[in-house]
C-alpha cells in the first residue's frame, strides 16, 4: 500500500492512499484502503491514511477515528495518532500518516516498519524505514 | 496564511533490518523522489488534492511498492487494485476496488470524486469507467514483477504446509488451509 497526506498553505487537507492488497488474498476481496473512514479519511482538521491488514485497519475504523479523537476530544494530531495506533487496533497490523489543518504532521506503526517520508514548511525533512 | 506539510508512507509490516544495504538505500531513493515532488508542488503553490494526486501516482509507478505497477497477486495469480482520496474541506471523497487494467487507480478514484455523484465503484463498472473517463491502462504484464511472483508461490507453498500439518495434527474437518496462511503477517 502507498499514500500521501497534505495539508497546502490554505489549511485544506487531503488524504490519498492506493493498494495491490494483499499477497494471496481471496479474488473479490475489497478493503485494504479504498473504504473512506478506515485506511482513508480526511476532515476540516486532518488527513489520514493507513498501511497493513485492512481487516484490523476496518475494524479499528482508523482514520475516522484519528479525526473524531480530534474533533471531539481535543486531543493533538500526535495524541490522537498514537492512540489509534496503540490502542484501537490489532498489534502488528497498522502504520498511520497524518497531517493536520495547522500543519502539524504524525508517523506511527505497530509493525517493525513502515516505508515513510515526511517534509514541512519549517524545514523538517525526514525519510525512514524503522523506530 | 498556514503551513504547509506533507507526508508519504509505502507500506508497512516486517521489514526486515537485515536488508541488503543496496536495497535500503533503493527505496530510500524512491521515497525521497516522491516527497521531493510533493515539496515542490507545494512550494508552487500547488493544492493539497493535486500534490497528493501527484504524489500516489509516482508511488504507484514505482515497482518497489505494492500499488500500481509492482501490485501483489491474489490466489488466482491476478491483480486486483484499490485506491481512494478524500478532501477534508468538503467531504468529498472517491474510491474504486477490483481495478486490472488502469495504471493509476488514484486518478480513478479522484474522478469517481469529480465526475460522478458516487463514491465508490467496483469492479466491472470501475473498469467501465476508466475506459469512458479515458484513463491510461495497460495489460496485466504491466503490474506484475518477478518479486510478485515469487511472494505468491512462497505464500501459496507455506499455506499447503500449514494446512498438511494441520490436518497431520487432526485438528478436525473444519481445517481451512486459507486461514493458516494468514498468520503470520508478512507485510506488504
Known amino acids: ?131 | 496564511m498556514g503551513k504547509w506539510a506533507i507526508v508519504l508512507h509505502g507500506g508497512a509490516g516486517v521489514i526486515s533490518k537485515s536488508m541488503p544495504p543496496e536495497k535500503k538505500e533503493e527505496v530510500e531513493r524512491a521515497l525521497a523522489h516522491c516527497l521531493d515532488l510533493g515539496v515542490t508542488a507545494l512550494k508552487g503553490s500547488s493544492s493539497a488534492m493535486d500534490v497528493a494526486e501527484l504524489v500516489v501516482r509516482a508511488l504507484e509507478d514505482n515497482p518497489l511498492f505494492n500499488a500500481g505497477r509492482g501490485s501483489v497477486l491474489t490466489t488466482h495469480g491476478t491483480i486486483e487494485m484499490e485506491a481512494s482520496i478524500m478532501n477534508g474541506c468538503t467531504k468529498q471523497c472517491g474510491a474504486v476496488s477490483g481495478l486490472t487494467t488502469v495504471v493509476n487507480p488514484i486518478s480513478l478514484a479522484r474522478l469517481v470524486m469529480e465526475k460522478t455523484p458516487h463514491i465508490y465503484l467496483a469492479f466491472a463498472g470501475a473498469e467501465a469507467f476508466a475506459r469512458q473517463q479515458g484513463v491510461p491502462t495497460a495489460e496485466t504484464e504491466y503490474f506484475m514483477t518477478d518479486k510478485s511472483i515469487d511472494q505468491l508461490k512462497a505464500v501459496q507453498s507455506k499455506e499447503e504446509a500449514s494446512c498438511m500439518a494441520a490436518l497431520k495434527q487432526e485438528t478436525g474437518p473444519d481445517v481451512f488451509c486459507g486461514e493458516l496462511a494468514d498468520k503470520p503477517f508478512s507485510g506488504e
Open chain 1, 1 to 131: 500500500t502507498v499514500g500521501c497526506v497534505v495539508v497546502d498553505k490554505l489549511g485544506h487537507c487531503v488524504a490519498a492512499t492506493s493498494t495491490g492488497g494483499r499477497t494471496n488474498k481471496m479474488v473479490g476481496r475489497i478493503g485494504d484502503t479504498p473504504l473512506i473512514g478506515a485506511g482513508n479519511y480526511s476532515n476540516q482538521l486532518c488527513a489520514v491514511s493507513a498501511t497493513g491488514i485492512g481487516e484490523a485497519i476496518i475494524r479499528g475504523m482508523a482514520g475516522h477515528t484519528v479525526g473524531a479523537l480530534m474533533e471531539f476530544k481535543g486531543m493533538s494530531l500526535a495524541a490522537a495518532v498514537n492512540e489509534v495506533v496503540e490502542n484501537r487496533v490489532e498489534r502488528g497490523t497498522t502504520g498511520l500518516i497524518a497531517v493536520s489543518s495547522s500543519g502539524e504532521f504524525a508517523m506511527a506503526f505497530n509493525t517493525t516498519g513502515m516505508y515513510r517520508a515526511a517534509a514541512d514548511e519549517d524545514g523538517h525533512y525526514e525519510v525512514a524505514i524503522w523506530h
